[in-house]
């Protein structure tokens, strides 16, 4: 069994920024990539941001250039630096480590951007 506990979240002004961690721990072989995903109220969840365990990357338009993913393949742990951000970014944060057969999930941390 996997667990990832997420942090980072919080309330930020418009312009601010906010860096979000993913830990991965327990049974873990090989993670293969990391992520964020998240879900704005009454909005589907996207998918924002991946970071295979090479370290390459891919970002939703709407964050591309403000948002940055990093990992620590050492320690299991995924990084999403938030700069720039704007009031259309407040969500719930949902990270993902996916495995060859399987993705697991942390509980999600929020972000609120206001002012």
């Known amino acids: 069994q996997v667990q990832l506990v997420e942090s980072g979240g919080g309330l930020v002004q418009p312009g601010g920024s906010l860096r979000l961690s993913c830990a991965a721990s327990?049974?873990?072989?090989?993670?293969?990539?990391m992520g964020w995903y998240r879900q704005a109220p009454g909005k589907q969840r996207e998918s924002i941001a991946g970071i295979t365990s090479g370290g390459s990357t891919n970002y939703a338009d709407s964050v591309k250039g403000r948002f940055t993913i990093s990992i620590d393949n050492a320690n299991n742990t995924a990084y999403l630096q938030m700069t720039s951000l704007k009031p259309e970014d407040t969500a719930v944060y949902y990270c993902?480590?996916?495995?060859?057969?399987?993705?697991?999930w942390g509980q999600g941390t929020q972000v609120t951007v206001s002012s």
């Open positions: 327990g049974s873990i072989f090989r993670i293969n990539a």
């Open positions: 993902f480590a996916e495995f060859p057969l399987t993705r697991y």
